[in-house]
């Protein structure tokens, strides 16, 4: 949270809070996430654009940004709005993997050698 003081000669002094969203790539233990937003500020209790960026991961695909580095918070969609935001807060990349499931079968040979 920032506080900005505010002068003007028509306008009493007043100070204007901003609160910012943090973009977090969420790309631990695997590839780094590229291509992250700048921070988005708002004033307190403003609505807030969310960028329009998405962000990319090799072998991942973007679904959209979480309030939880779990994906179980609030999910939002680059460029959608919050309609109040009351403190700074951290918006987590949530992924799906594009690779290919690989599953492997065995076949033993059950046929008794001579």
Not at 10 to 32: E, M, R, S
Not at 78 to 88: F, K, L
Request: proline letters at 9%; glycine letters at 8%.
């Amino acid at each position: 949270m920032q506080i900005i003081p505010y002068n003007s000669a028509a306008i009493q002094p007043a100070q204007i809070t901003l609160v910012q969203a943090t973009y977090n790539g969420n790309d631990a233990g695997g590839p780094a996430a590229a291509g992250l937003p700048a921070d988005t500020w708002t004033v307190l209790g403003q609505p807030m654009v969310l960028a329009t960026t998405f962000p990319s991961r090799a072998g991942y695909r973007f679904l959209s940004w979480n309030t939880a580095v779990n994906g179980q918070g609030i999910s939002y969609q680059p460029g959608e709005t919050i309609p109040s935001v009351t403190s700074d807060i951290t918006l987590f990349a949530q992924w799906e993997s594009t690779e290919p499931l690989l599953n492997f079968i065995e076949y033993y040979n059950n046929a008794t050698n001579p």
